[in-house]
């Protein structure tokens, strides 16, 4: 494939970075630093698209994605992922994805699955990607995708009208029931971005919800808080307080965003901070009981090994603070 085609298939299939502005979806702006974050990290995802549809292969793109800066460099693997994704789906297979997988992507594995979400909620639905092929307790992180997108493009139906499909047709079998789950999760990733890194207005939004939905929205509120960042501690210690009886979803998601981070060798200042106040401990400890609890065996049944590890990494992170679940 020609050079000229590459570039013109990233110039076709790569939305243009005004859609990632606070102004254009409409989200609440903190303060310009928070805007300036939040922009950020939608410019660097998108780029990291645009690499993955215009490189010869995932060793290019990851040449590129590789110079992005430290705190921003996830999100370029994460808008990769989504990348391959989309050429995957669009053009036939799955070998683009899984190529970048095995490869550049391995140590970014959480954002790969989740970029492969976003592919998801872009393409019609009988080229969505089986879930058969994927790691059985990772693959749940597409759908963690796909919320994250529908909530931050189509904001007004799935966070201010609370839209959820109840029959997900993904990845379907015996624990299928859970898709919508792994959606919140997502979801309440996507409120860190659309209340602009308020807290208060964070905890306002997840209120809003049924209450049963409302641990995992704020298990994806503590990932993107530590993830991305945007808050001091004193703003994190409110989220905390707000979360109440589902302290131990935030430090779950906490817990998490330190492990994703720290496998990618992508640990910054906000991730110790938010890790800290979130789930009592330090970053290196926080990913470690991740991996202590994580099931040895990903046996799906009606709940999929996946939220049975969440569950236990919420037990083990506020247990360090003495508070039952």
């Known amino acids: 494939m020609s050079n000229g085609w590459r570039a013109l298939r990233r110039r076709v299939l790569t939305p243009d970075v005004s859609e990632t502005s606070l102004a254009k979806r409409g989200f609440h702006r903190k303060t310009a630093a928070a805007q300036e974050l939040l922009e950020t990290v939608g410019s660097v995802f998108l780029t990291g698209y645009g690499n993955a549809v215009e490189a010869r292969s995932t060793g290019d793109a990851a040449q590129k994605l590789d110079d992005v800066p430290t705190r921003f460099r996830g999100f370029a693997y994460e808008g990769a992922a989504m990348g391959y994704g989309m050429l995957d789906g669009l053009f036939g297979g799955r070998g683009r994805t899984d190529q970048f997988l095995a490869g550049p992507g391995k140590t970014h594995n959480y954002m790969v699955y989740v970029g492969v979400g976003w592919a998801m909620a872009r393409l019609p639905r009988f080229r969505w990607p089986s879930a058969e092929p994927m790691d059985p307790l990772l693959r749940w992180l597409a759908l963690d995708g796909y919320g994250f997108h529908q909530a931050y493009f189509r904001t007004q139906m799935y966070v201010r009208e609370h839209y959820r499909n109840p029959r997900f047709p993904w990845p379907g079998g015996v624990s299928g029931s859970y898709a919508n789950q792994a959606i919140d999760q997502g979801i309440g990733r996507a409120l860190w971005f659309v209340c602009g890194t308020d807290v208060d207005l964070t905890a306002k939004a997840i209120g809003s919800f049924e209450p049963a939905r409302r641990a995992d929205l704020y298990s994806g509120a503590g990932l993107a808080a530590t993830y991305a960042g945007g808050a001091d501690a004193g703003e994190l210690r409110r989220l905390l307080d707000h979360a109440g009886a589902h302290r131990g979803d935030l430090a779950q998601g906490s817990a998490f965003a330190a492990e994703a981070r ?28 991740t991996q202590d609890v994580r099931p040895a065996e990903a046996v799906d049944r009606e709940v999929p090994a996946y939220e049975t590890w969440r569950r236990r990494i919420a037990r083990e992170v506020i247990a360090l603070r003495g508070v039952a679940t």
């Open 262 to 289: 720290l496998r990618a060798g992508l640990v910054v200042p906000h991730t110790e901070v938010a890790v800290d106040v979130l789930c009592g401990t330090d970053v290196a400890h926080a990913a470690r009981i």
